[in-house]
């Protein structure tokens, strides 16, 4: 059963009072993942801090159970992905991968490759806010969202080769997408560690924050959106990422339908509210 935490806040005086009221459901109960609801906003914690948050079979299953129910709820607009702890994710649980032999190395990377393409290709906005070690799968994790926010003292890398593997999770097709042939390849060659500064420069993360604000300035970043027509935030999302993948003729051909859909509906709403000095009520269109 879910359980609702309501908070009011109140400061000031009687003739100066300022009161401040939010509510924080916390879902269904998961042995590594803590899910709350922050309004719209649902925010995915990865909760095996002893570990550093390593990546293993149970993690996946319950990443994708999470993303079938709590995740696919029509009111949740926006998701948030953090670790607790030093590490956002630290890498694969090499304990768990040691003794795997080959067929079943291939069954655990599919299985994390499936998990971060539903995420890439998730229709709701996935924001990553990284709170530390972004190694290995975690950073391979983080690039499947679709941008990235960082505490200033995060650690990126891919250090993989170090092992004797390689990544598992598409780490050598999203890292040199999300940057360049050049930057990926040494990156994954060297398996050198970089701070969150060398990833912003990089285009790695989209933006960085001090330590103790990373949590508050990605729920800012996810209410903006939240925000916004649901329906253009939905297509904007999926033709950006669909249009990546087409020839940029096929790709605006993408946008014009995509644009023109929303006229008479959602747009309407948005574009009568802009004349009238108004905020939209997006509601209208349901």
Known sequence: ?????????????????????????????????????????????INRPKALNALNNLFFDEMNDVLSKEASEPDVKVILLIGLGKAFVAGADIAEMVNMDQEEGAAFSKKGQDTFNRIENFPIPIIAAINGFALGGGLELAMSCDFRIASKLAKFGQPEVNLGLIPGYAGTQRLSRLTNM????????TAEMIGAEEALQIGLVQKLTEPEALLDEALR?????????????????????QGAELSFVDGCKLETNEFASLFGNEGKIGMTAFLNKEKPNWNQNN
């Open 1 to 45: 059963m879910p359980v609702i935490l309501f908070f009011s806040i109140n400061f000031g005086n009687s003739t100066n009072l300022h009161i401040y009221r939010f509510h924080i459901i916390q879902l269904m109960s998961y042995q590594q993942l803590e899910i709350e609801r922050n309004e719209s906003v649902l925010l995915i914690k």
């Open 182 to 189: 050049g930057t990926a390849l040494y990156l994954l060659l």
């Open 221 to 241: 970043l996810a209410r903006l959106i939240v925000d916004k027509g649901p329906n253009a935030i939905r297509k904007v999302k999926a033709v950006t990422r």
